[in-house]
């Protein structure tokens, strides 16, 4: 049985950079079969979709965070990991990973890809980051 | 992009049903067929409910159904049960490798 926990540290400065990562296991992260996705929630707020890695590499950000964001993965660890630069208390949230299954194969402007099924099936059970001096 | 509009809270007595709506614009609901719901309780993990508009995964009741118009999508929960009292999130394909959540809504069971 698949399962996924986040870890990294609660507390963060403003201004620097949050580091986290998501430990997979009961299954291969270079599987092929699922893009791999952080996701936050500030308390008592709604879901923010952060974005998505698969096993090649290939990497999708929400636009809105664009400019702040890497997500990397570490196959030799079974790990993939979010990186969000210059922090303010706007940043402070539940950060969940997630798991999406492939939905089958896209081809655009003559390249084809394995397209993610923009649903997430699996999930971490969330670990809080506070934003804070 | 903009978050999903979705009601803040519904709720019916148990055995009933409720419906709960998402509401997009062309660019995300409408466009594609990508929507999903989430169920959320108190200090818990989403779980997912419902993928590709009406696809239930396996072990979810199908006390659980979902489908979409134009640009809204729409989760219904019949034969309403306690432990059915959670947060209810859509999300949505947007277009450019993009996706954006709804709002939520909290349902009640009275």
């Known amino acids: 049985q698949v399962q996924l926990q986040e870890s990294g540290p609660g507390l963060v400065k403003p201004s620097q950079t949050l580091a986290l990562t998501c430990s997979v296991s009961g299954g291969s992260i270079s599987s092929g079969d699922y893009y791999w996705s952080w996701i936050r929630q500030p308390p008592g707020k709604g879901l923010e979709w952060i974005g998505y890695i698969y096993y090649s590499g290939s990497t999708y950000y929400n636009p809105s965070l664009k400019s702040r964001v890497t997500i990397s993965l570490d196959t030799s660890k079974n790990q993939f990991s979010l990186k969000l630069s210059s922090v303010t208390a706007a940043d402070t949230a539940v950060y969940y990973c997630?798991?999406?299954?492939?939905?089958?194969?896209?081809?655009?402007?003559?390249?084809?890809?394995?397209?993610?099924?923009?649903?997430?099936?699996?999930w971490g059970r969330g670990t809080l980051v506070t934003v804070s001096s | 992009q903009s978050a999903l509009t979705q009601p803040p809270s519904a709720s019916g007595s148990p055995g009933q049903s409720v419906t709960i709506s998402c509401t997009g614009t062309s660019s995300d609901v409408g466009g594609y067929n990508y929507v999903s719901w989430y169920q959320q309780h108190p200090g818990k993990a989403p779980k997912l409910m419902i993928y590709?508009?009406?696809k239930r995964p396996s072990g979810v009741p199908d006390r659980f159904s979902g489908s979409k118009s134009g640009n809204t999508a729409s989760l219904t929960v019949s034969g309403l049960q306690a432990e059915d009292e959670a947060d209810y999130y859509c999300?949505?394909?947007?277009?450019?490798?993009?996706?954006?959540f709804g709002t939520g809504a909290k349902v009640t069971v009275l």
């Open positions: 997630a798991r999406d299954r492939v939905s089958g194969v896209r081809c655009s402007g003559g390249s084809c890809f394995y397209a993610p099924g923009w649903y997430f099936d699996l």
């Open positions: 999300s949505s394909y947007a277009g450019s490798n993009n996706l954006v």
């Open positions: 590709e508009v009406s």
